[in-house]
């Protein structure tokens, strides 16, 4: 082949390419002010971005934290937040970066950035007495992180089938330096709305939840947070996080889905052997997200281990 036309086949993949990124990439928009405007919750601005969150219940309550998984927002806990709010706890709850309406600044997407964003949160909330905090999937390790790092910060956690395998990882085309981001947000983020339905025992009844998913899509930065998460948590040791939580001897609830399709309920085991003070709740007729499926088993259950822990005596955790 002469030099022209490989150096026009070259340009003619390069087009296509482009083409196919423009077709289907799902990021059309800025996250601006006029977008913020309307959503609901509010907005604080953070060492390393703006976050988007919100409070509910009342000012004298019990105060918990909730913390989302990989990639859906914080709406992922309307009915526990409503729940706990109506039983009399200050709940907080919040889009990471990179989710929801919260920035997606050019960074690495490590856990070190998640705990800074949740320390700051809570600081900005003047929340710097020990508070429960609950994390849902990747939550979990973002929640058990912070929760070893800061033990004075935390009274007590909630794992809602966290993630537990250390052998996640990105296919190699998806971890290229170059082709690796533009075959991501061409071939894996588009169809990551109707992907979420997985995660329901039942997803018939959730039928509007891609569509909800897709309002988040259309910010510019999505994908490249979740590629950069993916990346950046491949060589967190989550038996490591998980252990640090049962030599600190923090209270623990863990639940988990027996349907999970998502993070199998077999992985429990090693949630469970890092945390010997856990409470295990497996959860009938449940997938990943038994919080929202089965909320007349889960929401009791969360609702007495919270009371519980405000109520008990402070333990001497990290002493």
Known sequence: MSARKLGLLIGAVLIAGIVALTLRNPEREDLDAAARGRAPGRFVTLGDGITHYEVRG????????????????YYIWDSTAVALANAGFRVARYDEFGRGYSDRPDVEYSLELFDR??????????????????????????????????????????????????????????????AGPWLW??????????????????????????????????YRGFGRALRSTSLAFEPVRLDTLYGRIGTLGIPTLLIWGKEDQTVPIALSNKVRQAIPQVRFEPIDRAGHLPHMERTDVVNPLLIAFLRRSGTARPASIGR
Do not use: C, E, I, K
């Not at 790092?149 to 809602?160: E, Q, T, W, Y």
């Not at 061409?186 to 309002?215: C, E, H, I, N």
């Open 58 to 73: 009342p000012d004298s309550g019990q105060r918990v934290m909730l913390v989302h998984g990989f990639s859906t927002p």
């Open 117 to 178: 964003q949740l320390l700051q949160l809570l600081d900005s909330l003047h929340w710097t007495d020990p508070v429960d905090v609950a994390g849902l999937s990747m939550g979990g390790p973002v929640v058990a992180g912070f929760a070893g790092r800061h033990p004075n910060r935390v009274r007590s956690l909630v794992l809602v089938d966290p993630a537990a395998a250390d052998d996640d990882r990105l296919p190699w085309y998806f971890r290229m330096p170059v």
């Open 185 to 218: 947000q061409t071939l894996a983020v588009p169809g990551m709305a109707g992907g979420q339905l997985s995660d329901f025992y039942q997803p018939d009844r959730w039928p509007d939840w891609p569509d909800r998913y897709r309002v988040a899509m259309r």
